[in-house]
């Protein structure tokens, strides 16, 4: 299975959850400007551009979101909700990207629930 099919498996299945709210993190750099010319969709030139990035972070998962969950003793029956990042991968993929091994690992020194999915049961692995 490639990694959008996985992605999007992931998602419907934690997105299905009453205790999970996730969303897709496309992270990257667009230019904004006034459009000199005709719109050709192999190229383009803008007038007075700008950088913009989106998404959430340089390494941040492909799925943001996150899990209620119920705390103890002092805090019995109230409901939080922990930060949960998910970066998806083919089955052949390598986790190897440092910015994003380096997010998963920030997030899991906060208490956040984070980590890498080949399948359903991965992310099912992570937020349990």
Same mark, same amino acid.
């Given at each position: 299975?490639?990694?959008?099919?996985?992605?999007?498996?992931?998602?419907?299945?934690?997105?299905?959850?009453?205790?999970?709210?996730?969303?897709?993190?496309?992270?990257?750099?667009?230019?904004?400007?006034?459009?000199?010319?005709?719109?050709?969709?192999?190229?383009?030139? #803008?007038?007075?551009?700008?950088?913009?990035?989106?998404?959430?972070?340089?390494?941040?998962?492909? #799925?943001?979101?996150?899990?209620?969950?119920?705390?103890?003793?002092?805090?019995?029956?109230?409901?939080?909700?922990?930060?949960?990042?998910?970066?998806?991968?083919?089955?052949?993929?390598?986790?190897?990207?440092?910015?994003?091994?380096?997010?998963?690992?920030? #997030?899991?020194?906060?208490?956040?629930?984070?980590?890498?999915?080949?399948?359903?049961?991965?992310? #099912?692995?992570?937020?349990?």
């Amino acid at each position: 299975m490639n990694e959008n099919n996985i992605r999007n498996s992931v998602m419907k299945e934690l997105g299905g959850r009453p205790d999970v709210l996730i969303f897709r993190n496309n992270v990257g750099v667009g230019f904004q400007g006034k459009l000199v010319g005709k719109f050709d969709p192999e190229s383009i030139t #803008l007038r007075f551009p700008r950088r913009i990035a989106f998404g959430l972070h340089v390494g941040s998962g492909d #799925l943001i979101g996150m899990k209620q969950i119920t705390i103890t003793p002092d805090m019995i029956g109230k409901k939080v909700a922990a930060f949960l990042s998910v970066e998806t991968k083919s089955e052949t993929a390598p986790i190897n990207y440092e910015d994003q091994i380096n997010w998963a690992k920030q #997030l899991k020194s906060f208490g956040a629930l984070a980590g890498f999915a080949r399948s359903i049961e991965d992310a #099912l692995e992570i937020i349990a």
